[in-house]
Structure formats: structure tokens, C-alpha cells
């Protein structure tokens, strides 16, 4: 069986792994292709398990099932209650697969089983809370301004969703587009990034064990380009909810909208965590680290731009780069590990020639700066964490989206300095505020552009919080009430109550009765 590397690789260890299929119309089919590809544990940098490579005759069937399953009285039929207990059963299905979908995510995308453990165990609330909201998507009933007519609005699902996700958490970025498309009444066509779907596929298995209808979630694994394109572009898809780097999330952006669709986009950022004097500084040092080296710095909400405070500068630095040095990298399967590899060769290339360009542009590597040798980090993609003081807020360094655990340090002197800096972005994801004064804390969340703004924390979400970016970082908002209504239409319903037909050559319109 010929099977290929996510770089396109004949690969001789076919046999000895899992052959994993894809979910379509409730059924566990094959590629049409008949082809595999390999998935790649990042800390081995050797293949574990075979992810079917979809094509564009699979996305159309896919489409199809989400489409028929969207119109099916089976789903469109059912009571939003009875819809909201589907999720909630969900939810308990994951809690009771935490663990093994942890330890699949860890083994496959490289992210850590310490942070895997919790974030696994925390999914299933975001079933819970759309789940219990399903039942609670009402319309208005409106005082219109005529006499003899009653208007009341419908919320009602958009269709066929689109859900595109990343390698950097498949499960947590895929749970943020279902739970709410799925309790608005939406059906969905999940597509996992090429180097992260196994999580994906086993998850799909819980669908069905919930008791989805068939056809309501399918999951079609492959290539941006060869599946990706085909389900933006496809005329049966209503919506599409996308998390990924703002350059594709720009060509998805206008793929979508030759066909006018509805589009939510997460895209990355360049956050700016912000230390004032005043600040507990040792708490700060603590938010600095979680900002920059948790997720090895592979998280959309990554603090790659730490931002200091003069009079506190030289003190702050010395203290982080004290708590950095003790960093433990290694195996990210064992609980003790604090820096685990990067996901992808392609990714840990882009974070070298990123190290790269910063000394070349003259920021001074403080620490780090280079590929991990260390013995525990065996074959792995590592990079050792890395800190550039130095650095000025014009430099790439300073500008661009590393995604890996690269910080720069930029000292400021005042508050408007401060939000200069910060808002000199293009991006907008969000921000971090280290203060004991209320007044900072206030006039900075006013002032900093980006869509979460954390004071004396950081890296933190939750079900019920609206998250998602201000300019480059994206369009709509995840999680919380706001995100129900990324997957829902209005319709405005107009009803007569008195027959007398006013003159039918003009329009209805106020005082005209
Ligand atoms: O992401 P892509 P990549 C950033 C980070 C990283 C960069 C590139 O800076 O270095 O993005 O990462 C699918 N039509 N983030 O290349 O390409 C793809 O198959 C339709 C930030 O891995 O954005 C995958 O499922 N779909 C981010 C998804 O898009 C396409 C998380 C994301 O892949 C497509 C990850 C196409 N033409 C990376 N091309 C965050 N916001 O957290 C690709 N895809």
C-alpha cells in the first residue's frame, strides 16, 4: 500500500499503524481516492498513524449528508430540548473518553498531556452551556408602527456549516464551532488540519453514540488545497467557521465570499503583555512565562510581546530568564514536562528562520535561540525557549505571528507608550495587563485593541466568555452568548389582523397605516 508523509514522503511503516477512516452520512467510509497519509508524533518525528486523504468527491458527499441531514425531519423536526440533550450526552461521552483523547492529541500534535488532561475535561462544558441554550433561542415579538399588523421575529440555523480547524488544539478550536452550530440546529462538515486529525476522527465516534441523526456532523480528513478549497467553495455550504494562520484564513475569507457566505474567522496574533511597576512582579513573571512558553508559544493567544515597564525593567528580565532557564523540556506524554516539541517540521523551520531574522535585525538573544540538543528531547522538532531583549517595535520579531515560544522584549516608559506599542499591531487577539492600580487596569482594557483583555492573568477562556479578535485576529466571536448567533438567521414575520388592505401601489411604510 502506497502511503505518503504530510511532506509527501513514501513512508515503509504503513503496516504497523492505524488506518483510520472518515465520517460520512453516519458511515465509516474510505477516501475515494484510496489513499493515506501519515500522521507524525513531533516528539519522535516518526509516523504513528494513517489519516485517509480526502479529495473533493468525498467533500461532496459529505455536503450532501449535511444537506439532507439538515432538512431530514429526524433533525429539523426535533424540539431544541430534545437537541440540547444530545449535546449534553455528548458532553458526558467525552468526559467519560477524556483521557484517551488527551493521550491521542499529545501523541499526535505534540501538545502537552499536563495541559491535554484539563483541556479535554473542560470540553465537555461547551456541550453543556449550548446545550442548555438551545432551548433558549427565541425571537422578539415587535411593537411596529402601524396599526392591524402583529411582526415577530424567528431565529433560525443557517444551513450547512463548514468547521476548518488547526493542529494546535483540533478538539478544544473544533468543540467551539459545533457546540453552538450544532445547538442552533446546523449540520456540519468538520475538516482537522492534515497534521492533527486523529483526535478528530475518534472523536467522530461519539456523534454517533450520542445518537446524532446520520449525516449531522461528518468529518472529512485531508489537505487544505485539495479538500479545504472544495468545502469553502461548495454552494450547499452556508457558513464557514474557520481557526487558522491570517493568511489562510484571507484566501478562505475571499473564497467564501464569491460564494456570499457567512464566515467566522480566528486568526492568530502578536499579543502584547504589558508589566507595569506597580505590578506583583513575581505573580507577572509567572503570566509572562504561561504567555509565551506554555503551548511551547504554538497558541493563538500567545504573550510574544512582553512589554515593560522601565523603572522595572533590569529586575524583571533577570527574574524571568531565571524561571525560563529552569524550564523542563521533554516528553510532552510526561506529566512533568513544561516545553514540548513543536507540531510540525514545516512550523519548526518557520520558528528557526524567525530566531534567524530577529538576530539579524539586532535583537540580543538572551537566552535560548536555537534548536533543542538537549538529551530529552530525543529526535524531536524542539526549540530551546527563547528571549530577545533589544527589540524594536518595528522589527518582524516584534510584528509577525512566530507561533513557538520566541518572546520580545520591549521596554516602554508611560501608559500612551505602553498602548502605542501594543496597538501597533495588525493583528488584535488580545492583551495582557500586569497592574495593582485600578485605574491602569481600567484605562488600559479601554484603550488596548484586542478582543480579550486579561489583568493580573493570563491565557485564560472559558464556555461562557465571548472570545475572538479586533483586526487581523479575525471576524465574530466563539464561546458565549455571542456565538450562538454566529449560526443563526433572523426572519421578520409580518401577519395582517385587520384584512382592510390599504392602497396596493405604495409600500407599507410608517404613518401610512
Ligand atoms: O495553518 P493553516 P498552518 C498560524 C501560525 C502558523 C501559521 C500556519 O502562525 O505558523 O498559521 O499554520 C486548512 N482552503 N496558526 O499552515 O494553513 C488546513 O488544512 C481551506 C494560527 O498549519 O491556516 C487546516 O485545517 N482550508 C492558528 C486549517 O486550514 C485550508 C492555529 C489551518 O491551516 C486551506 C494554527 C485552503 N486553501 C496556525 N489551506 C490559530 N489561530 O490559533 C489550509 N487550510
Known amino acids: ?198 483526535s478528530a476522527l475518534e472523536f467522530g465516534e461519539l456523534f454517533e453514540r450520542a445518537g446524532f441523526p446520520p449525516g449531522v456532523v461528518n468529518i472529512v480528513a485531508g489537505f487544505g488545497t485539495e479538500v479545504g478549497e472544495t468545502l469553502v467553495t461548495h454552494k450547499d455550504v452556508a457558513k464557514v467557521a474557520f481557526t487558522g494562520g491570517d493568511k489562510t484564513g484571507e484566501h478562505v475569507y475571499s473564497m467564501a465570499a464569491r460564494g456570499l457566505k457567512r464566515v467566522t474567522l480566528e486568526l492568530g496574533g502578536k499579543s502584547a503583555n504589558i508589566v507595569f511597576d506597580d505590578a506583583e512582579l513575581d505573580e507577572a513573571v509567572k503570566g509572562a512565562i504561561s504567555g509565551i512558553f506554555a503551548a511551547t508559544g504554538q497558541t493563538c493567544i500567545a504573550g510574544s510581546r512582553l512589554l515593560l515597564h522601565r523603572p522595572i525593567y533590569d529586575q524583571f528580565v533577570e527574574k524571568l530568564l531565571a524561571m525560563a532557564r529552569t524550564a523542563k523540556m521533554g516528553n510532552p506524554i510526561d506529566p512533568n514536562t513544561q516545553v514540548g516539541p513543536i507540531t510540525t517540521q514545516p512550523q519548526y523551520q518557520k520558528v528557526l528562520d524567525y530566531i534567524r531574522i530577529a538576530k539579524e535585525e539586532g535583537a540580543t538573544c538572551q537566552l535560548g535561540g536555537g534548536p533543542a540538543k538537549r538529551p530529552e528531547c530525543g529526535n524531536g522538532w524542539f526549540v530551546e525557549p527563547t528571549i530577545f531583549t533589544g527589540v524594536k517595535p518595528n522589527m518582524r520579531i516584534a510584528q509577525e505571528e512566530v507561533f513557538g515560544p520566541v518572546l520580545s522584549i520591549i521596554p516602554f516608559d508611560d501608559e500612551e507608550e505602553a498602548t502605542r506599542i501594543a496597538n501597533d499591531s495588525m493583528y488584535g487577539l488580545s492583551a495582557g495587563v500586569w497592574t495593582t492600580s485600578i485605574r491602569r487596569a481600567l484605562m488600559m482594557s479601554e484603550r488596548l485593541e484586542a478582543g480579550t483583555v486579561w489583568v493580573n492573568t493570563y491565557r485564560a477562556v472559558s464556555y461562557m466568555s465571548p472570545f475572538g479578535g479586533y483586526k487581523r485576529s479575525g471576524i465574530g466571536r466563539e464561546s458565549g452568548m455571542e456565538a450562538i448567533r454566529e449560526y443563526l438567521q433572523t426572519k421578520s414575520v409580518w401577519i395582517d389582523t385587520v384584512g382592510n388592505a390599504p392602497n396596493p401601489f405604495i409600500m407599507r411604510m410608517g404613518g401610512q397605516g
Open 1 to 198: 500500500m502506497a502511503t505518503t508523509t504530510q511532506a509527501g514522503v513514501t513512508s515503509a511503516h504503513a503496516g504497523e499503524m492505524k488506518k483510520h477512516k472518515m465520517l460520512i452520512g453516519g458511515k465509516w467510509v474510505e477516501p475515494s481516492t484510496g489513499n493515506w497519509f501519515e500522521s507524525v508524533n513531533p516528539y519522535t518525528a516518526k509516523p504513528w498513524a494513517l489519516i485517509p486523504r480526502g479529495a473533493s468527491e468525498d467533500i461532496n458527499r459529505a455536503v450532501a449528508a449535511a444537506k439532507k441531514a439538515f432538512y431530514d425531519p429526524a433533525w429539523r423536526n426535533m424540539s431544541a430540548t430534545a437537541r440540547g440533550h444530545l449535546l449534553r450526552k455528548l458532553a458526558d461521552l467525552i468526559a467519560g473518553e477524556a483521557e484517551r483523547l488527551g493521550q491521542i492529541e499529545t501523541t499526535d500534535n505534540g501538545k502537552l498531556i499536563a495541559e491535554m488532561g484539563g483541556q479535554v475535561k473542560y470540553i465537555p462544558q461547551w456541550f453543556h452551556y449550548f446545550g442548555g441554550l438551545a432551548d433558549k433561542i427565541e425571537g422578539r415579538v415587535i411593537p411596529i408602527d402601524k396599526p392591524g399588523v402583529f411582526n415577530f421575529t424567528r431565529e433560525e440555523p443557517v444551513g450547512v456549516v463548514a468547521a476548518i480547524t488547526p493542529w494546535n488544539s483540533p478538539l478544544l478550536l473544533a468543540t467551539w464551532k459545533l457546540a453552538p452550530a450544532l445547538a442552533a440546529g446546523n449540520t456540519v462538515v468538520w475538516k482537522p488540519s492534515e497534521f492533527a486529525s486523529v
